[in-house]
């Protein structure tokens, strides 16, 4: 056991919280083990959040109180599948969003209104700085009834917040009559209209097993009784069962600096808000930028010619990868919205058991609505590059010819790399076909990495292997539509590992950017950690997060290339990678007590 000062603490860990000068830190799985084998291939991710062990999903609840970041997220206590019975909120806690110590689950299905399971919900500050957890409780056998039910601190003056109280009169929203049992789901960060009264949006599926997914308004005056409103905030008729919705405002367009959660009166009608709906039958999730009418309380897309009004599939999406039910909050230090996802394993049930472990969050990444007021973008919080160390430059100014695949020395695995390509000229760009619009990921399958073109395939080559039979590519591709271009971006898979049993599916989505007005340049950022490619292309436009599990990982040696499939020359204009530290995450508080004499400032 590490024992440790407050002040090695403050340094170790990057998390002073309210501790007494005797306080020790445990980690619950050892630094070296950090990055473990399981299946003969190394998997675990070393800067990625995941618990120690079991089943991880959703993430719930994230917020910034009293000078800590908290993340609550689905988890199975007992093993490393899901186990409907057994969900709970687990809990951890930092001061930077990177590192994290973790504490016993915040909720756990011990009451009637929540026995077979703590299900997805959100955090919100009430007057007065108290924290209040809204969530769905499953009660009952088979698909069961759910419900949603509302927690609170036992000690609000605990800096960690490490015991909640979920008070006999949930649940505070029964199932409603309209809505089947299993179908009623997910309540968001309850916000203030003019009128004064608290509302909050619930998923749900109206009207039976064949119903009309609905977003469901509720409104309350006092957050325990809670009326729902004549009209949902939105409805589909074509995209099935929706969960985990997402309403939040957004800053001007190419503003980066958000707005305070849900601003109430001054924002109705006039700022843009977003909306965010989880598909089930996709599992994917999907955004529109809108106008929300706090009076009606409906949302209204701001539509273009590209998507359609009733049709989710057709919005845009947060990530075009592996990624699904993410969750976004207000963060008040730094006056920024960050968004969390989760990243399923793509291997199968066996390795998940065999690894004791299952499921990662991506990196918080920043939110802020793009110049053109149609598209968000999102990148990787400033604090991810506290992890960065050894640096390493590699092809300034150099030319990528066509079939060139030149090596970058010093990185491998666990790496943070930004890459600026320079196209000298877009003549060679092949035809675009319009109905290549209806499906990029199928577009990426058939024109991957390997098959050469005009204007690219160029970008990354990740996660290689010496002999390069195992390697995953992140790369675009140009193509001319009359006068103008489109600029795909793919993550293809086909090659990214050797073994059975692994899903290798083709990912990918349109840049939705004018390359020509960027005199031909595009960046691409790419997180690499083990088993976790993440990438953020056209400056955070379209993202694409992908899992992977090559072999060749278990010796250590990876390798990182840039490469050149097209017709033409490709410029790297620059080119920074950084090997990456391993965060200090699953370190447990022994010893960690509130210390009320001890003043935050000497504390922190």
Known sequence: MARLSLAACAVAFHLCLLVSSSASLRWLSDKPAAVTTAGGVRTRSA??????KNWQNDPNGPMYHNGVYHLFYQYNPLGATWGTGNLSWGHSVSRDLVNWVTLDTALDPTAPFDSNGCWSGSATILPGGIPALLYTGRIGTGKGMQVQNVAFPKNPADPLLREWVKPAYNPV???PADVPGDNFRDPTTAWVGRDGMWRIAVAAKVGGPNGIASTLIYR???FRHWKRNTLPLYTSRAAGMVECPDLFPVAEPGVEEGLLGYVSGTVSGTVRHVLKLSVMNTTQDYYMVGRYDDAADTFVPELDNERILDDFRTWRRFDYGHVYASKSFFDMRKNRRVLWAWASESDNMDDDIAKGWSGVQTVPRKVWLDGDGKQL??????????LRSKRVVGLLGAQVNAGGVNKIVGVGAQADVEA?????????????????LLDPQK?????????PGGVGPFGLLVMASGDMQEHTAVFFRVFRQNDKYKVLMCTDLSKSSTRDGVYKPPYGAFVDMDIEAHGGIISLRTLVDHSVVESFGGGGRTCITARVYPDHVVNGNSHLYVF???TGAVKVSSLDAWEMATATVNVLPDGLIAASSVSRAQAY
């Open 47 to 52: 800067y990625h959040f995941q618990p120690a």
């Open 173 to 175: 929203i029964p199932l």
């Open 220 to 222: 309350s005056k006092d």
């Open 377 to 386: 973008r999102q990148w990787p919080i400033e604090e991810i590059e506290t």
């Open 420 to 436: 600026i390509f320079e196209i000298s000229s877009l003549e060679e760009a092949e035809t675009f076909e319009p109905n290549w």
């Open 443 to 451: 577009l990426c399958e058939e024109k991957g990495a390997s098959v």
């Open 564 to 566: 050149n499939n097209g």
